[in-house]
C-alpha cells in the first residue's frame, strides 16, 4: 500500500464519520409506514436463537415468504436478536453503518473512474472524496436511511457500486493489456448476485455499465478480439432486452388488470413520471428539506400532454437532457455517464410498472449520476470564467455548509416520531398517512407511558384528521381509543360506519375493520355487535377472499349472534376451491358444535365444486 492510497483510505473513512455526525439526528427516530408490515407484524423476525432453520425462515420471510429480498430481511432478523427487541434505534444504526460503508466505496469506485476518464491520481483521489461525501450527506438521502424498511434498496446499492467498481478494475487492466482481469470479472457477478438478493431493481447494472462503455471506458482494450467481443455483447444484450420490454414487459403491464387499486393507466403513469424525474432533480439542485415531503400524496396524475401544464415541459427537458449527454458522451464523458446513471437507476420504477407514484427512495442509487453531472459542469463553469482556486473552494466550502445543514435539519425531523408526523402534516394537511402517521405516534406513546395525556392527544389528532379528510381510518380509531378510555358513544360508532360505507374500496378499509376484529379478540372493551355491522358494511360494497370471509365468520361466531355466521360461511365456501383443507375442517366442526343444517349446506357446496372438477 502506496502513501497515496494509505492517505486516500484515512479520509475516506473520515467523509464516513461526517457523514455519521450528520445524519445522528435521526436515529432516536421510530419506524413508519411500511416498516410495520414488512419488520414490526413480521413474527419470523422475532429471532430467539440463531439456528439454521429460524435464520432460513427469517430470511425468506418477505411479502409471505416468496424468497425476494433475503440479505435485508436476514439483517432485519440479526437487528432484533441483538437488541432483544423491535427497537429502531438499534435498525436504523445498521442502516447508517451501510450507508458509511456505501460512501467509502462510492469513493473508491469514483477515484478508479476518474483515473480511467484521464484525472491524474492525486486529483482523481481528492474529487472522489468529494463526490463520495456529496453523495453521502444531501438531504434526499435522509428517507432512504431513516425508512428502516428502505434498507433493501440501500444495501442493494451498496453492492451495485462495488460491482461498478470491480467492473473498473477488469476494464482498466484490459485497457493497458493485463491478464489478470478475471477475479475482478468474478466479483462482478459475486456483488451482482449480493444485489439481487437484495432488490429486484439490481438487474440495471447492465445499463450502469453500458453507461461506462459509452461515456468513459468508449470498448477499448489492447487486444482487438476484446474490444469487438465487448461491442459485440452489448449490442446483442442491448437488443434482447429491448425485445423483452417492447414484447413482454410492456404488453404485460399496458392492461388494467395491472394496475389494481390504481386511479391511472399505463400512458398517465409514464406521463406523471416525466414531472416526478423533473422533481427530483430540483430536488438535487435545491436542497430546501421543505421540498423532500416524503409523502407525495396530493401528487397531480397527468391525464394528458397538458394537464398538468407541466407535463409536455417535462417531457422535453428530459429529452433534452438524454440528447444531451448523447452528443457529449466524448467531449464530456463524465457528464454524459452522470446523466445515463441518473435515468438508468429510474428506468424500472418510472416506467410501465403499477408501482407508487413517488418514493424518495428511488433517488438513492441515482443521485450518483445526478452528482457526476452536476460536479463535471460545475468544472467547467468554473474553467469558463477562471475561478480562481481560492474561489473553487469557497464555493465548494459554502455548498458544503448549505447542504450538510439541511441534511442535520432533515434528520433531526425524522429523529422524533411526534416531530415527523406533525412535520408531515404540515407539509400534507389532506393526506390520511401523514395524519395517520402523527396519530399513531402519539398512540404509540401511550403504550409506552400509559399516561392518559397522550391517549387524549391520539384522539385530538385523529379527530382532526377526520375533519381534514373523511377517511373510515380516523373515525376508526377514534372508537377504539375512545373505547380504551370508556367514552366511546353510539354517534362514534356510527360516524365510523357512515364513514367506511361512503368511502372508496380500498386495502385501508379493510385494514380498519381487521384492526377492529383484533382488538376485540385481544380483550379490548370494543362492543362486538358494532364491529359485525362495520364487516356488514363491508362486505357489502367490497369482494373479499375465501381467508377474509372465513376469518369474518368465525369472529361473528364466536362474539357476536351465531346464526349471523352462516351467510359468512357460505361466502368462504363458495370461493374456496375443491378439497380446500380449512373448508373440509370447518364443516367437521361445525358437525360437532351441532349445526348439522349449516355443514350439510357447506357439503353440499363443496359436493358441487368437485362435481365441476370431474366434468
Known amino acids: 500500500m502506496n502513501r497515496l492510497t494509505a492517505q486516500f483510505i484515512f479520509l475516506s473513512l473520515c467523509s464516513a464519520f461526517f457523514v455519521f455526525l450528520v445524519f445522528s439526528p435521526g436515529l432516536s427516530g421510530d419506524f413508519v409506514l411500511d416498516d410495520g408490515f414488512n419488520i414490526l407484524d413480521n413474527r419470523v423476525l422475532y429471532l430467539e436463537n440463531l439456528s439454521s432453520d429460524s435464520l432460513i425462515n427469517a430470511a425468506f420471510s418477505f411479502h409471505d415468504g416468496n424468497g425476494a429480498r433475503p440479505l435485508p430481511m436476514l439483517s432485519f432478523a440479526l437487528d432484533y436478536w441483538r437488541a432483544g427487541s423491535m427497537d429502531a434505534t438499534a435498525f436504523k444504526t445498521t442502516n447508517l453503518i451501510i450507508h458509511l460503508l456505501t460512501t467509502v466505496f462510492l469513493a473508491f469506485f469514483f477515484r478508479r473512474l476518474l483515473v480511467l476518464a484521464g484525472c491524474a491520481p492525486e486529483k482523481a483521489a481528492w474529487g472522489a472524496l468529494v463526490l463520495a461525501l456529496a453523495w453521502a450527506v444531501h438531504p434526499l438521502q435522509v428517507s432512504s436511511v431513516m425508512y428502516v424498511v428502505q434498507r433493501m434498496q440501500t444495501m442493494a446499492t451498496m453492492f451495485l457500486v462495488l460491482a461498478l467498481w470491480a467492473y473498473l478494475g477488469m476494464r482498466q487492466l484490459q485497457i493497458v493489456g493485463s491478464s489478470r482481469g478475471r477475479l475482478h470479472g468474478i466479483l462482478v457477478l459475486v456483488f451482482f448476485l449480493l444485489a439481487v438478493a437484495c432488490k429486484e431493481d439490481a438487474p440495471l447494472l447492465f445499463f450502469y455499465v453500458l453507461a461506462l462503455e459509452l461515456t468513459v471506458l468508449r470498448f477499448r482494450a489492447v487486444q482487438p478480439d476484446i474490444a469487438r467481443g465487448l461491442r459485440q455483447s452489448f449490442l446483442v444484450l442491448t437488443v434482447l432486452a429491448g425485445a423483452i420490454y417492447v414484447f413482454v414487459?410492456?404488453?404485460?403491464?399496458?392492461?388494467?388488470?395491472?394496475?389494481?387499486?390504481?386511479?391511472?393507466?399505463?400512458?398517465e403513469r409514464l406521463m406523471t413520471q416525466a414531472r416526478v424525474l423533473v422533481m427530483h432533480l430540483g430536488q438535487i439542485v435545491f436542497p430546501y428539506p421543505d421540498n423532500m415531503t416524503f409523502l407525495y400524496d396530493s401528487l397531480a396524475v397527468s391525464r394528458s400532454l397538458w394537464s398538468p401544464w407541466t407535463t409536455l415541459p417535462s417531457l422535453l427537458?428530459?429529452?433534452?437532457l438524454l440528447i444531451w449527454a448523447w452528443r457529449w458522451r466524448a467531449r464530456r464523458p463524465l457528464f454524459s455517464l452522470g446523466v445515463f446513471l441518473f435515468f438508468s437507476g429510474h428506468f424500472i420504477t418510472s416506467n410501465v410498472i403499477g408501482l407508487e407514484l413517488v418514493f424518495e427512495h428511488r433517488n438513492h442509487f441515482p443521485l450518483i449520476g445526478a452528482v457526476l453531472a452536476i460536479a463535471d459542469l460545475a468544472i467547467l463553469v468554473g474553467r469558463r470564467f477562471r475561478f480562481s482556486r481560492l474561489q473553487a473552494g469557497v464555493c465548494l466550502a459554502a455548498a458544503s455548509i448549505i447542504v450538510?445543514?439541511?441534511?442535520?435539519?432533515?434528520?433531526?425531523?425524522w429523529g422524533d416520531p411526534v416531530r415527523h408526523g406533525e412535520k408531515q402534516v404540515e407539509l400534507h394537511p389532506y393526506s390520511v398517512r401523514a395524519w395517520t402517521q402523527l396519530g399513531g405516534a402519539h398512540?404509540?406513546?401511550?403504550?409506552?407511558?400509559?399516561?392518559?395525556?397522550?391517549?387524549?392527544?391520539?384522539?385530538r389528532v385523529n379527530a382532526e384528521g377526520f375533519a381534514a379528510v373523511e377517511a373510515p381510518q380516523f373515525a376508526g380509531n377514534l372508537v377504539i381509543y375512545k373505547s380504551v378510555l370508556g367514552e366511546v358513544t353510539d354517534n362514534d360508532w356510527q360516524r365510523f360506519l357512515d364513514s367506511l360505507r361512503d368511502a372508496p374500496r380500498s386495502w385501508q378499509n379493510k385494514f380498519v375493520v381487521w384492526t377492529m376484529m383484533t382488538n376485540v379478540e385481544r380483550g379490548i372493551d370494543i362492543d362486538p355487535s358494532w364491529v359485525v355491522k362495520a364487516i356488514d358494511v363491508l362486505t357489502a360494497k367490497t369482494r373479499l377472499s375465501q381467508d377474509q370471509y372465513l376469518r369474518m365468520a368465525v369472529f361473528i361466531y364466536k362474539f357476536g349472534e351465531?346464526?349471523?355466521?352462516?351467510?359468512?360461511?357460505?361466502?368462504?365456501?363458495?370461493?374456496?376451491?375443491?378439497?380446500?383443507?380449512?373448508?373440509?375442517?370447518?364443516?367437521?366442526?361445525?358437525?360437532?358444535?351441532?349445526?348439522s343444517e349449516w355443514s350439510d349446506q357447506l357439503r353440499e357446496i363443496e359436493q358441487a365444486k368437485q362435481d365441476d372438477e370431474i366434468r
Do not use: C, M
Open 249 to 267: 414487459v410492456v404488453p404485460h403491464y399496458w392492461q388494467w388488470e395491472a394496475y389494481t387499486g390504481r386511479d391511472f393507466s399505463s400512458l
Open 317 to 320: 427537458l428530459i429529452l433534452g
Open 404 to 413: 450538510s445543514t439541511a441534511t442535520v435539519a432533515r434528520a433531526y425531523t
Open 443 to 459: 398512540f404509540d406513546l401511550y403504550k409506552a407511558t400509559k399516561e392518559e395525556r397522550d391517549l387524549r392527544n391520539a384522539i
Open 562 to 595: 351465531q346464526q349471523d355466521a352462516l351467510p359468512y360461511f357460505l361466502k368462504f365456501a363458495e370461493s374456496a376451491a375443491a378439497g380446500d383443507d380449512n373448508l373440509i375442517r370447518i364443516i367437521q366442526e361445525l358437525t360437532d358444535a351441532g349445526h
